[in-house]
Structures are given as structure tokens and as C-alpha cells.
């Protein structure tokens, strides 16, 4: 018996398969379908399923409306009243007698002027036999069509299909043509076939949005309400248009072109009246249409202001064509501010090769005010476009046209108060960017350094908390080099400042513009001629001849960045040279001078003072110009320099020694770092003869988290017990419970922070560095504001002279017990419990108070602040009364103004020109590096997709690297011994002479006299000061009450003083010496009002915790030059020594050669590094010997050239 196969009801013919009966052996090919396997499916599927069909069914049935709309109009064209109205009289009226029989010209005639209407006119028109047969067929189809798709569309309510609009308009147009064919009589009778347009206007909507479906396209809702209201009205008018030329037939006989110029004039609201219709059948078809309209239209425009609204929120779609035809970049981000659109904008068109660039900007959130505002100015609407979406998904990547972009940033919304989850936002934008478009190259910011290794594969990762961390630690070794880094990573063209009367702001301005660049050495004027020279003679004599500082190099067959590698490297052809220049090379102008040109013989660049080289930059639409001394070597025999004597007697320092071009193989001796001579042993003993700890040098076991870079660090010999690292708390290994008791030898290093998290690991690796001496290593104290995890804890034990305890750094008693009397650096690091606040840069308010009120009871304290807006840093130093800081405020605004500025023609964007988006850059607190936030270093991160190397040289720079052969970044300061060397140049060759070491730039310290009219403040000062008047006296005494005012009565009581002796002199009267006695004890209250009581509450507070009070700095008398200078670079010791004296301190970058040199000076050096071999300077005589042994070993602040 043959199997009987069943074949499911449900399937469809799609799927074949084949089969075999294991009894009869034969094998039965079997249908599966998806659908019923019956004829009417078989239709649907073919009308209305299946995508491409039914597409060409609609397309033949918006064809056929429209010609059945041209065969109207052909119909109207050819038309003539009297004949049709006369056919179809005499074939309807055969029996009728012939009286009754009129003209029917008399009859138009006479309807005109008695306003009687014809009603044949209307019934009736002149149909031609082609054009009538034409329309039989085509109403045939379309009649067929509709029953065939009413049959495939009925779903149990024949009702509901018969009743609808569409159905009842197809039978009016196609069976009275249909009836025509039996009924020849009625052949001429009029059908309002114009009606079809509405027809059409479906079909076009169908097929528009089968269209979309086939090519999957989703976003297309504007377009299609833009299209609907575009047909509404040309139905509108069509309809109106052939409904009043039919109707006026029997009236004024309208042509179409008349009625259609009626339509146009009346929908549009003009109303001429030239044109009307006479009878009153048209003039309520007028009516009606304007009712239609006045309902259907307002719907329309309804719909599609909303859709245009929602579109503007979303943004759009970034035109495939112009992806395809101009680049852009697309810039990812949770949440858009406008400092960050700004910084991001301002630093990524400032290249010049970027100007043509489109930034797409992917947010999903709606654009708030201020960013729309900005986005309207004409400098950015037409490059700028912002699209509302997410990056999660493809439709939203595909509108930004991401696999098209040249490249995508990430950035992390740093405000949230939990910073993982936005790490983990972050990660999932950036896997979805690699899945969508894997050629795309990615630049992302990530905030904690455990999620870095989940974006490794990305092409450029800058992570937040290590930058901060490392540059944080930095500041306390090496000052303001939080600035020195944001400078060199923001764009600019070193003319800041250069309008202003101040010397020190001209300076620091024109070196902010240095930046890093890049150049193959077999390129390059600057370097080409040290082709097989070493890397140090290169350098020295690059700065020398062009003022530019070589800083690195590459090889071509490593990836790897060297900074100062060092004498022994000897630069080839291929290296890839880095330098720190106002300008890079492509873009500079040689000017020789005069002596060259005219072929005499120049003396030596460095022959005597008066011979120092003067190296002009003239900067003009970014090409730069230099002026080139001579070129020659110079001539070290005949020009010697001339020292000054040594305390008087005739002895002399060395000269400075020329930098050989090759090496000396014999002076170059190796450096064995685990049995470092220069140092002490590696037992280390404290002063008080505590317990011994033993230092090694080695690679820390633990790392807090995965893609940490191994440093050489010093490290403990065996790891201490997390009891011990607890400074607040003895426990059974010692009994210290106090900073004091443990009796370091340095100053100690505060981190107030939060949390113990994983960014602090990097804040301690760059101060416990391999390259450090041990007798420079600083103590260093996490005050924490939450205790730590044992996983933390095991990856800080092994590092000497780290320890924990748990405070804030608003609590006094914290402060004391973690011993902020001995510390020399108190960081204070961001809290990431406050970076959001209901108030926009609110967030800082807390750290700002905390720091003032710190420097009040702390003076020689020096206290580096992280804060999260930029802005705030100017109430880092906030004085009210302060000509010299309102000086500097102005200067900012103005700075601000032109940033802001919109018309590009104005002034403001004139002097925008001129200078970069660094509006803060002089205000003194981030001038001298006592102030930072980490958004200033947004800019690496966009930088780096012009120099791909900056990320790698920064972190270099901090000391998050290590690549064998590469330098690292520290700093020694100028001392008397060290004036003689006279200008930045002959330092430069003495460095490089000597030790190998490549200076970057000068950290410098200077006081600043000043007067109202130097300050440039537009605002009027009260002097307060003369006591002339008494008058003046008896209001000081009312107001000196008020603590706002404590200042300018310390000095009505100093001139009250000085006057006392004067009026000694002048009476002896009772009442006058009463008086001075008063000025003596108000003179005595105010020196001690605020001093002397903050002095007894923090003497108090120590009493209570049991800590020594000898160790507080009582009065300003006794503050150290150092406790002095540490304060004084945030001018605090204006309103206690002299209210007409700001000492500022400021970073230069690679300042000119003839650079003068000043006292306290810090000089940014590059070292080369210690475990390769570096040349040491030939023996000259025991005096220099002796100064070489003193400069290895000296202090951060001591050392010696």
C-alpha cells in the first residue's frame, strides 16, 4: 500500500525536502507551505503580501488614475457645449414635438442674461468615440481590480468595504462607463472622472510606503507627510479646478485655465475677482471646496509641524551624498554641555586641514537651549549637525553614517555621581561602534582605569583618572605641571596677552602657543643637517639656531617613542623627530640675517652677553617666521665665557663645555640601579632610631587593575602589614598614633579623596618611581573620606611611606592627626559625590570653602585642587578689594566676549583670532599650577586625532609609561652659584654638556609692584587711606567693625601709628594722648584679630588630640622662605605683608635662548634614562668633580648645575 503523505494546511510552497519511506524505499519530494495552499492565498500573496508584487500593482493602478485624468482633461479640451447638450437631446428626446426644440446657442444666451441654468449643459457633454473607448477599457480594469481586492481583502463585514470612501469613488467612475456599453444613448452623459486625483493620491501613498518597505527604510515619516500635503493640494486645486469649469458650462463657460487661475487666486486668500463663477451650482461647489480645505488642510500642516518639530529634536539624517563627498567625524556623548560642545569645537577646528570637516554630534538626549544657541551662529550651523539618538542602535548610526566617518570620539559623562555605570555606558557605545563600523577609527574617554582593558581595541583610549592621578603627583615634584601639560595639548597661536601692559602676561602668553609636532628627520631644515649626530647634539643646537626644543624620536622600525634618549642614540634618516615649537615646521619661514646674506664672517652665538641670540617669531596667518643667526658652529676657544669670581677671590667656575657631536665611548659608564652608589644604603633608618626599613628596587607585585604600565619603583623588602599602613591607629608591629611620632625626614604629601580607588595607585607609583632618590622620597597620607578595601590595601602595602586614615578635609581634628602641620603638599582631589548639583558649577562649592578656610589656618601650606568646572578657579583667589585680580578678571571676560562673539566680522572675532580658548589661562591660581580640573584635558583626546602621538607623550611625560631608553620629566631649581650661566640658551648647552638633560620650560616666581593705574580696572577704588580728614577717622571707627573691612582698617591703625609720633610732638594734650592709646590698642586688636585667633583655635584643637604644638607656624614672622614662596604663588600674603605687592608665579615653554635666568627659577628638564647609559662631563678640575658628586645627591629644591 502506497504511504499517504499529509501535507499541513499552514505552510506555503517554499521549503522542498526530500523524504524516504524506510518501507517501500522510495523517496516522496514534499511540499511545506507557509500559507494555505489555496488559490485566493495564492492571490493575496501575489496583491498584497508579497513586497515587489503588490509594488507593481500599485504603480499600475496610480498609472491608470492618472491617465484617466489626462483623458478628463483631453476630454474638457475637445469638448463642445452646444453639440453634446444637442446629441443628447435629439437621441433622449425622438418622440418630443418640435416646438419644444430650441437653439441651444439662444438657450446659453439667454441663461447668461437671465440667470437661468441649462441643465443639459451639466448632464450632458461632447464625449469623443476614441477617447470614450479608451475610457471604457481603463474603467473596466479598474472595476475588476477593485472587486478583486475587496474579495482578497474581506475579513467578514461586507458593510464596512462598501461603504469606504475609496469604493464608492471607484464605482462612480467606472460603472456608468461600463453601463455605457449597453446603453449607447447614454454614452454622452457626464461622470466625474477628475475624482480619480483622490484615487491616485492612495495609490501614491501605498506604493511610496511599499517602497520603503522593500528597501527597509524606516525613517521616512517626514518625507511621506511632506508628500501628502503636497498631493492634498494639488487634489484640492484639481478638483476644484474641473468641478467649476464643468459647472460654469452652463454659466459664463469657463475655460480650465480660467477656472484653475480662480482656484490658485482663492485658495491663496488674494481674491482678485476678475474671475467668479456666475450661477449658483459652482458657487456652492466654491463653497464646499473652501470648507474641505479649511478642514483637511489645517489636519495636514497639523501633522507635519509636528513631525518637523520631533525632527529637529532628533536631528535628522547626516545625507548619505555628502558622507560619500565630505568627511565628518562623529562625536558620541550622554549628555551635550555646551563647555564641552565649545572646548570640543573650538580645539578640533583649529587645525587648519580640519576646516572642511563635518562634526556629527549622536546624543540622546534633546538639545538643551544653550546648545541650540550656539549651533545657530552661522560659524558652526553650517558644519555642526546634531542627530537625537542612541548609539546602540544601527538605524541612529546609520542616520550619523558612522561606517563613512573618519572617526568617532566617545566621551563619558563625568558628572554622574556613580562613575562605573557611566564607564559601562561608555563601553557598550564603543562595542556597538566596532560592530557596526569596524573600520571606524575610535577615540575614548574612559573615567576609571579598571575599564580601560574592556576598549583596548580601540584606537586611542585616554583614561581619566590616570592622567588626573599622575598629574597630581607631579605637581608635588615638579610645580604646575598641571599647566605646563594643558598648555602643550591645547591648540594656540602664542599671541595671548600681547595687549597687555603687563611684561610677565606678554611672556607666558607667547610660550602658551609652543605645542608638540612631528617631522622625519631626512625632511626637515631643522634637524637634517644632525643626520649621524647624537640625539643631544641635535637638540642643543636645533634650539640654538631655531629656537626649537627636540624632545624625541622614533625609529622606523620600532613604534616605540624615545623622549631623550640620550647621547648614545645617533639620529638617523628615518627617525621621526619630535620637537616643542610655536609653529611646526611645514609652516615656518627661514629668514637669515644680514651678515649672512652679504657672505662676512658672524661671530659665535654665544661669544659674550651683548652676543646672545634674539630669535624673533613673527606669527602671520599661521606660517611663521624666523631669524636666523649664524649657523657656524661657535668658536669655544677664542670666546670663552666669564664667569663671575667665587667670594671674591680669584678662582673661576669652568666654563661651560661644548656638546660633542658622537659620544665619548670612555666617559660613558653604566648605571646600575640596584647598587646605586650615589645614595645612602638600602637600609633606611629614621631620625629617631625607629624600626629599620629596608628599600628595593623592583616591579610592584600587586596591581589594582588590568593594563596598568610596570614601573620600576622603590619598594619595601617585605610587604607591610595592613595594620601598619594605618598612620592614625598604632597596632602591635608599632604604637605611632601621629605624622609626629614617627619622625619623618621630608615633608609629607596629603591626598584628600573620597574613595580609595584604583586612580590613587597611579598617584603613588610616579612619586615611588626607580629614578627618585630615596632622600627625596615625600611620606604620603590618603585621607580618606571612606576606608579602604583589603584589594586596595594589598596593592599599596608594598611602597615605603604610604599610609591611610579616614577624615575629611572639612574636619580640623582630621587635618591635624594626619599631620597637615608637616606636610609641604596638600592635594585636594575631586569628590565624586559632588560633581553634579542641581545648579550648574555648584558642584565646586564645597571644595572652594574648604581650600580658603584651609589656607587661612594653614599659611605655609601648599594646596593643589582639582575641580570639575574650569571656571570656578577664579574663586580659587578671590579678593574684592584687589585692583590686580580684578585686573586679571577683566582680561578673562574680555577673552570670554570674544569667544562668544557671533558675527564674524566683529572685533571680538578679531581678537579671537588672536588667541586660544583659554579664557582662564591667567588667572594666577592655574597660572601657577595650584589649580586643575581634568576637563582642560579633553583636548588631548581631540588633538590626538591630528597627532596620533600626543596620548603617548603625555604619558610619557607623567610617568605612566616606561619604555626602555625613554627620559622622564623633573625639575631642579636656579640658585645663586647657578646666575652666572645668565640666559636659558647657555643653560640649555650646559645641561646638555653635562649631564645630558633636555629643558622643556621654566616654572618662575616673581613680585609684582603695582598701582590702580597699572591694573587696567575700569572700576573706581575708594582709597580709604588718607586720615587727613577726621571725619574720614570717626567712619573708619563705624565700619571697622564689619570683618569685610578688617583689611583696610589694619591700615587706617598702621597710618594712625605712624602719625602718633607726629602728634606727640605737636600737643601735649590729655585727650590726645588718650587717643593714641586708642590707636595703639586698635592697631594691637586688628594685627591679631584674625591671625592670632585662628593661631589659638588651632592650637587649641592640637591640645585636645594630645599632638605637640611646637610644630604650627604661629605668626607670619615665622614663616620660612620656602613656607613663603609656597604661599605667595596664590598671592595670600598680600592682605598680611603688603596690600601693594602680588607675587605670581607662571609656566614658560621652551622660552627664547636669550631667556634671562632668575633666582628661584624651576627649569622643566627631560632626564635621560638611568638604566641605560648615560655620559657623564670629562673631569675638568676638582671643583667641578665636587659639584658633580654634590648634584646627585642634592633635594628636589637644591640642586645644583
Known amino acids: 500500500m502506497d504511504?499517504?503523505?499529509?501535507?499541513?494546511?499552514?505552510?506555503?510552497?517554499?521549503?522542498?525536502?526530500?523524504?524516504?519511506?524506510?518501507?517501500?524505499?522510495q523517496r516522496v519530494q514534499v511540499e511545506f507551505y507557509v500559507n494555505e495552499n489555496t488559490f485566493k492565498e495564492r492571490l493575496k500573496l501575489f496583491f498584497i503580501k508579497n513586497q515587489r508584487s503588490s509594488l507593481r500593482i500599485r504603480v499600475f493602478n496610480f498609472s491608470l488614475k492618472l491617465l484617466t485624468c489626462l483623458l478628463y482633461i483631453i476630454r474638457v479640451a475637445t469638448d463642445n457645449p452646444g453639440q453634446g447638450a444637442s446629441a443628447s437631446h435629439s437621441t433622449g428626446q425622438q418622440n418630443a414635438p418640435s416646438g419644444n426644440n430650441k437653439c441651444v446657442d439662444c438657450q446659453w444666451n439667454g441663461s447668461v442674461q437671465d440667470r437661468e441654468i441649462n441643465w443639459e449643459l451639466i448632464f450632458w457633454v461632447d464625449r469623443k468615440v476614441p477617447v470614450w473607448a479608451i475610457q471604457v477599457i481603463v474603467a473596466i480594469i479598474s472595476f475588476l481590480e477593485t472587486m478583486l481586492l475587496m474579495y482578497l481583502s474581506y475579513k467578514g463585514n461586507i458593510w464596512e468595504q462598501i461603504f469606504q470612501v475609496s469604493f464608492l469613488l471607484e464605482m462612480i467612475n467606472t460603472v456608468p462607463f461600463i453601463i455605457t456599453i449597453f446603453w449607447p444613448s447614454i454614452r454622452?452623459?457626464?461622470?466625474?472622472?477628475?475624482?480619480?486625483?483622490?484615487?491616485?493620491?492612495?495609490a501614491l501613498e501605498n506604493m511610496i510606503n511599499d517602497v520603503h518597505r522593500a528597501i527597509q527604510r524606516t525613517n521616512s515619516a517626514m518625507f511621506n507627510q511632506v508628500l501628502i500635503l503636497i498631493c492634498t493640494l494639488l487634489c484640492l486645486v484639481f478638483t476644484g479646478t474641473c468641478g467649476i469649469q464643468h459647472l460654469e458650462r452652463a454659466g459664463k463657460n469657463l475655460s480650465l485655465f480660467n477656472s484653475f487661475y480662480f482656484c490658485i487666486v482663492t485658495f491663496s486668500t488674494v481674491g482678485f475677482g476678475d474671475v467668479t463663477p456666475r450661477i449658483w451650482p459652482s458657487q456652492l461647489l466654491v463653497v464646499i471646496m473652501i470648507c474641505v480645505a479649511l478642514v483637511v488642510l489645517p489636519l495636514q500642516f497639523e501633522e507635519l509641524m509636528y513631525l518637523w518639530m520631533e525632527r529637529q529634536k532628533s536631528g535628522g539624517n547626516y545625507s548619505r551624498h555628502r558622507a560619500q563627498t565630505e568627511k565628518h567625524v562623529v562625536l558620541c556623548v550622554s549628555a551635550l554641555k555646551i563647555d564641552l560642545l565649545m572646548d570640543f569645537l573650538n580645539e578640533f577646528y583649529a587645525h587648519p586641514r580640519l576646516q572642511d570637516y563635518y562634526v556629527v554630534i549622536l546624543c540622546p538626549s534633546e538639545m538643551d537651549l544653550q546648545v541650540r544657541r550656539v549651533l545657530q551662529i552661522p560659524l558652526w550651523s553650517q558644519r555642526v549637525i546634531y542627530l537625537q539618538g542612541s548609539v546602540l542602535k544601527d538605524q541612529d548610526l546609520l542616520r550619523a553614517k558612522m561606517d563613512d566617518a573618519e572617526a568617532c570620539f566617545i566621551l563619558s559623562s563625568r558628572n554622574e555621581v556613580d562613575r562605573m555605570a557611566a564607564d559601562h555606558q561608555t563601553i557598550l557605545r564603543a562595542w556597538a561602534v566596532k560592530d557596526f563600523a569596524p573600520n571606524c577609527p575610535l577615540y575614548v574617554q574612559i573615567l576609571k582605569p579598571e575599564n580601560k582593558f574592556h576598549v583596548k581595541f580601540a584606537d586611542h583610549v585616554v583614561c581619566e583618572e590616570e592622567f588626573k592621578y599622575a598629574m597630581l603627583a607631579l605637581n608635588c615634584v615638579c610645580p604646575a605641571t598641571s599647566t605646563l601639560v594643558t598648555l602643550l595639548v591645547h591648540t594656540s597661536r602664542g599671541r595671548e596677552g600681547q595687549q597687555s601692559p603687563e611684561q610677565w602676561q606678554r611672556m607666558y602668553g607667547c610660550c602658551s602657543g609652543n605645542e608638540v609636532y612631528h617631522i622625519r628627520l631626512c625632511d626637515s631644515k631643522f634637524f637634517g643637517e644632525y643626520n649621524g649626530k647624537s640625539f643631544t647634539y641635535a637638540s642643543f643646537h636645533a634650539h640654538k639656531k631655531y629656537g626649537v626644543c627636540l624632545i624625541g624620536i622614533k625609529r622606523e622600525d620600532n613604534k616605540s617613542i624615545l623622549l631623550n634618549p640620550g647621547p648614545r642614540h645617533i639620529m638617523a634618516a628615518t627617525d621621526t623627530c619630535y620637537y616643542i615649537n610655536i609653529t611646526k615646521e611645514e609652516n615656518s619661514a627661514f629668514i637669515f640675517n644680514q651678515e649672512e646674506r652679504k657672505g662676512r664672517p658672524a661671530r659665535g652665538n654665544y661669544d659674550g652677553p651683548s652676543q646672545l641670540p634674539v630669535h624673533s617669531i613673527i606669527a602671520s596667518m599661521g606660517t611663521v617666521a624666523m631669524d636666523l643667526q649664524n649657523t657656524s658652529p661657535p668658536d669655544l676657544s677664542g670666546g670663552k665665557l666669564v664667569p663671575p669670581t667665587i667670594n671674591g677671590t680669584g678662582g673661576r667656575r669652568p666654563s661651560i663645555a661644548p656638546v660633542q657631536e658622537i659620544a665619548d665611548s670612555s666617559s660613558i659608564l653604566p648605571c646600575d640601579l640596584l647598587s646605586d652608589q650615589s645614595e645612602d644604603d638600602s637600609v633606611f633608618i629614621d631620625e629617631k632610631g625607629h624600626s629599620p626599613t629596608e628599600y628595593v628596587?623592583?616591579?610592584?607585585?600587586?596591581?589594582?587593575?588590568?593594563?596598568?604600565?610596570?614601573?620600576l619603583c622603590h619598594?619595601?623588602?617585605?610587604?607591610?602589614?595592613?595594620?601598619c599602613l594605618r598612620l592614625d591607629q598604632g597596632c602591635r608591629h608599632n604604637s605611632f598614633e601621629d605624622a609626629k611620632a614617627y619622625g619623618f625626614k621630608n615633608k609629607l604629601i596629603i591626598v584628600s579623596a573620597e574613595t580609595a580607588g584604583n586612580g590613587l595607585y597611579n598617584f603613588i607609583v610616579p612619586l615611588r618611581a626607580y629614578y627618585r632618590p630615596r632622600k627625596e622620597l615625600n611620606p604620603i597620607v590618603l585621607l580618606l573620606d571612606n576606608p579602604p578595601?583589603?584589594?586596595?590595601l594589598e596593592a599599596i602595602c608594598c611602597f615605603p611611606m604610604v599610609y591611610y586614615m579616614a577624615g575629611t578635609i572639612d574636619n580640623l581634628d582630621s587635618l591635624l592627626q594626619c599631620g597637615i602641620i608637616y606636610a609641604d603638599n596638600l592635594v585636594v582631589v575631586d569628590k565624586e559625590s559632588t560633581m553634579s548639583a542641581e545648579e550648574d558649577y555648584m558642584a565646586d562649592a564645597k571644595t572652594i570653602v574648604n581650600v580658603q578656610t584651609m589656607f587661612r589656618l594653614f599659611p605655609s601650606l601648599s594646596i593643589i585642587t582639582e575641580l570639575t568646572h574650569p571656571s570656578n578657579m577664579r574663586f580659587m583667589q578671590f579678593r574684592a578689594k584687589d585692583c590686580y585680580s580684578l585686573a586679571l578678571s577683566k582680561l578673562e571676560k574680555k577673552s570670554d566676549r570674544a569667544l562668544n562673539a557671533v558675527d564674524p566680522g566683529s572685533?571680538?572675532?578679531?581678537?579671537?583670532?588672536?588667541?586660544?580658548?583659554?579664557?582662564?589661562m591667567f588667572r594666577l591660581p592655574f597660572a601657577a599650577g595650584r589649580v586643575f580640573s581634568i576637563s582642560m584635558l579633553d583636548t588631548l583626546l581631540y588633538q590626538s586625532f591630528v597627532k596620533d602621538y600626543m596620548i603617548l607623550i603625555a604619558r610619557l611625560l607623567l610617568g605612566l609609561d616606561t619604555t626602555p631608553g625613554s627620559g622622564y620629566l623633573c625639575a631642579m631649581k636656579v640658585t645663586e652659584e647657578d646666575l652666572w650661566i645668565s640666559t636659558y640658551g647657555r643653560l640649555f648647552q650646559k645641561l646638555c654638556s653635562s649631564s645630558a638633560e633636555i629643558p622643556i620650560g621654566i616654572y618662575r616666581t616673581e613680585s609684582h609692584i603695582f598701582t590702580t593705574s597699572e591694573s587696567q580696572v575700569s572700576v573706581s577704588?575708594?582709597?580709604?587711606?588718607d586720615t587727613k580728614d577726621k571725619g574720614d577717622e570717626s567712619r573708619s571707627n563705624d565700619q571697622s567693625d564689619h570683618p569685610l573691612l578688617r583689611k583696610k582698617s589694619m591700615q587706617w591703625a598702621r597710618r594712625l601709628s605712624k602719625k602718633s609720633v607726629r602728634w606727640q610732638g605737636a600737643s601735649r594734650d590729655s585727650s590726645k594722648d588718650h587717643a593714641q592709646r586708642i590707636a595703639q590698642q586698635r592697631l594691637n586688636l586688628y594685627r591679631r584679630s584674625e591671625r592670632e585667633e585662628l593661631s589659638e583655635l588651632v592650637r587649641n584643637r592640637m591640645r585636645h588630640l594630645g599632638l605637640p604644638t611646637s610644630g604650627y607656624v604661629e605668626d607670619l614672622t615665622n614663616l620660612t622662605a620656602s613656607d613663603v614662596m609656597n604661599r605667595v604663588n596664590l598671592g595670600y600674603l598680600q592682605d598680611e605683608q603688603n596690600d601693594h605687592q602680588n607675587t605670581l608665579s607662571y609656566v614658560l615653554i621652551n622660552p627664547s635662548p636669550d631667556t634671562r635666568l632668575e633666582l628661584n627659577d624651576i627649569v622643566y628638564l627631560i632626564r635621560s634614562d638611568p638604566l641605560a647609559h648615560v655620559p657623564e662631563e670629562p673631569p675638568i678640575h676638582s671643583s667641578s668633580l665636587k659639584e658633580r658628586r654634590e648634584s646627585s645627591i642634592d633635594t628636589r629644591e637644591d640642586t645644583q648645575l
Open 3 to 25: 504511504p499517504k503523505i499529509i501535507i499541513p494546511t499552514w505552510v506555503s510552497p517554499s521549503v522542498g525536502t526530500w523524504r524516504s519511506d524506510p518501507d517501500v524505499g
Open 697 to 711: 628596587k623592583g616591579y610592584p607585585p600587586n596591581s589594582p587593575y588590568i593594563g596598568s604600565s610596570p614601573t
Open 1021 to 1025: 577704588v575708594d582709597d580709604c587711606e
Open 907 to 920: 572685533p571680538p572675532q578679531k581678537e579671537r583670532d588672536k588667541g586660544s580658548n583659554l579664557a582662564f
Open 188 to 202: 454622452n452623459i457626464f461622470i466625474p472622472v477628475f475624482l480619480n486625483c483622490w484615487l491616485a493620491k492612495c
Open 715 to 723: 619598594l619595601l623588602a617585605e610587604k607591610a602589614p595592613f595594620c
Open 789 to 792: 578595601d583589603n584589594h586596595f
